[in-house]
């Protein structure tokens, strides 16, 4: 009996990483030289936010988007704090709003001009004042407005109410002491009711963020976690830390049960720090490591083996931090799935690395772009601390398209398939599902497509052919990049179709064998 190997079919199964060329990177920016295992950037679509080295207090560069290239030394900071900064955050729901923490043990928001800066930024917004000890995380809440988070050196998580017209805050709202030692990382799901932390205590909590209650404690010798990352809605988390021999590890936990791993992933022997990243919209999940030259990539499902390793994207530069863009960010015009911004201290250097779905069509993919969080909150702070919960407001990733309603994200990725049924994109949806099943070509039957359908694809576009292939609807590669991908698939696609064919041969010996068996019961036939 042959063996064959068990082939998994995924559309992210090709994704590579792009670096941005020389010009399009930012150059000569004096990156911070601090020891803390954090991001040290924060991306949303208008602004770069990067911790410096500052003397006499710490700041933090601000800088548009589009202004790559040699910054100017003298170039304007964001200072006002008495100690070195920690960490930054986007508000998620303004674009010109910030928060920064500090050793000088605050928290301090920022609103940031439309304009370029031209002096150094002193005058912040408010001020948060309640911790004892430096402050090492700060973290916005993913749905309600004005509800901020941080944690400090003083084992304690503080939630901030900001809709208050105080300039400076002195008391949260609720201050959670359950942590025996420094928080590493905090992680909301997706409509922010429940928070995950990572300690140095080696404990991962799950905290219900209001009470301030622990839901679920994991006493798990064999990984010591660093790190913790909610799954989106798949309820399960996954940390990243060490196992008891030391070597880099992930780990995946149910959430509703923190007594054992669901599995866990030996990765290597190094000692940087690993920041994971999910993209819930795709269910990839990105693996960072501090002080790496690479970027590992996996793809999560419900089922086992949870963890699919797709593949790896490498450099030659190790990054100190990283940044990551929005999805509302992303340039859907060339497939880009993923944005991160790879913080290079050894040349100064922010090298931005696009993560891309490698498609011959240069319309718009629907099928790689669900729709995703928007920048509107679907609660206040108010309604949120009153006990409310709702999920995210979403938006289409579709140039033009408007917020939709508020409404659950499924647990799995599933194709989303416009509902008008005049729409081009239904038919193109169907043709896909039907060549994936095998029951037909990559196009509806003409005997079974709608009227509307032809006529709106003689008014849509020509079709030119060439060799019986349409030249617009699959172009030819353009770059080496592009043709190593196209053979990828082919390569996939031959796979696919020598495992149909040894099906076939042995469905068609089993008839053969059956008509003889029935011959030589029957002579008479």
Known sequence: MSWHPQYRSSKFRHVFGKPASKENCYDSVPI?????????????????????????????????????????????KVCGHRGNVLDVKWN?????????????????????????????????????????????????????????????????????????????????????????????????NTNGSLLATACKDRKIRVLDPRAGTVLQEANYKGHRASKVLFLGNLKKLLSTGTSRWNNRQMALWDQDDLSVPVTEVDLDGSSGVLFPFYDADTSMLYVVGKGDRNIHYYEISANKPHLNYLTEYHSYNPQKGIGVMPKRGLDVSSCEIFRFYKL???????????????????SYQEDIYPPTASAQPSLTAQEWLSGMNKEPVLMSLRPGAEPLSPQPLPSERTLSVPTDPTSPHLLNQTGRLLAEDGRGPFSLPEEKAPRWAAEHRLEEKKTWLTDGFDIFECPPPKTENELLQMFYRQQDEIRRLRELVTQREVQAKQLELEIRNLRMSSPRL
Not at 115 to 141: D, I, M, P, S, Y
Not at 156 to 166: F, Y
């Open 92 to 188: 998620p729901f303004n674009d010109f709003e910030i928060a920064s923490c500090s050793e000088d043990a605050t928290i301090k928001l920022w609103d940031i001009p439309k304009q370029l800066l031209t002096k150094n930024l002193t005058a912040f917004r408010k001020e948060l004042v309640g911790h004892a000890r430096k402050v090492g995380l700060v973290e916005w809440h993913p749905t309600a407005a004005n509800i901020l988070f941080s944690s400090g050196y003083d084992y304690k998580v503080m939630v901030w109410n900001l809709d208050s017209k105080e300039t400076v805050i002195m008391s949260p709202v609720k201050t959670i002491n359950c942590h025996q030692d420094v928080i590493l990382s905090m992680s909301f």
């Open 32 to 76: 911070t030289h601090s020891v803390q295992d954090n991001h040290f950037c924060a991306v949303n679509p208008h602004f770069i936010a990067v911790v410096t080295e500052c003397t006499g207090g710490g700041a933090f560069l601000v800088i548009p988007l589009h202004q790559t290239g040699k910054l100017d030394p003298h170039y304007p």
């Open 344 to 362: 290079i201290t050894t040349k100064s250097l922010i090298e931005p690395v696009s993560m891309i779905v490698p498609r011959r069509s240069e």
